[in-house]
């Protein structure tokens, strides 16, 4: 069964479809931080991010995998090295080029062949898995996001001001939504759920309870 939960940056789905995950025992994918870590190691790598081609093969040098919720990238667990600032301001353009979401689609979809999964990012939905069992769309207001998004990289000692995550997510949000290909968008047959005012207990417990009510379907 596959689970497919779509929605903008610090929206909440990260954290919600991790333990929704846990609670059913499936295999969570995180698909945005496959590419956080390929925009990870351009960073590592000085690769000019606006090189389109070198970043393809890069991609095709890149090792990612899963385990127990933790990312590894070649071998090493990046799970908190792919939240940095200077990931963020360069991830919405490594995930634009059409070479590299091909080369992290067909990823994505080997992770999780012959499994029971719960996959979150912004094209699940609607490029990786458009046949997913069941497809949510999480959302929530800019401000909202952008104070998760702060308290989350100041609890991981990332000294940032609010208008600079706001910011930084603004523009992350036109370069998602406006990208030619792939772009993020609400996917048909979706579920819209807003969580601006609910905390992660809440938003676990409505995704469970729309997963188990389109499963009698």
Do not use: W
């Not at 792919?82 to 091909?102: A, G, M, W």
């Not at 406006?178 to 207990?201: C, F, M």
């Amino acid at each position: 069964m596959v689970i497919a939960i779509d929605g903008p940056a610090a929206s909440g789905k990260s954290t919600t479809a991790k333990e929704v995950a846990s609670r059913l025992e499936y295999i969570y994918l995180d698909t945005g931080a496959t590419y956080r870590a390929l925009t990870l190691k351009a960073i590592e790598n000085s690769v000019d991010m606006e090189n389109g081609n070198e970043l393809s093969r890069l991609a095709l040098k890149t090792d990612i995998s899963f385990k127990n919720a933790r990312l590894y990238l070649n071998g090493k667990d990046v799970t908190e090295e792919i939240r940095k600032p200077s990931v963020d301001e360069n991830v919405s353009l490594v995930s634009s080029y059409p070479e590299v979401r091909k080369r992290m689609v067909i990823l994505q979809r080997k992770i999780s062949k012959g499994r029971n999964v719960v996959c979150e990012g912004r094209d699940i939905g609607t490029v990786v898995f458009p046949d997913a069992d069941v497809k949510i769309y999480i959302d929530a207001s800019l401000d909202v996001r952008a104070k998760r998004r702060m308290l989350e990289l100041q609890s991981n000692g990332v000294n940032i001001t609010y208008e600079n995550v706001k910011r930084q997510l603004q523009a992350r949000d036109d370069l998602d939504s406006k990208r030619q290909h792939s772009p993020l968008s609400i996917p048909e047959g979706a579920v819209i759920l807003d969580t601006t005012n609910l905390t992660i207990e809440e938003q676990v417990k409505k995704v469970l309870e729309i997963i188990e009510s389109l499963k009698r379907v």
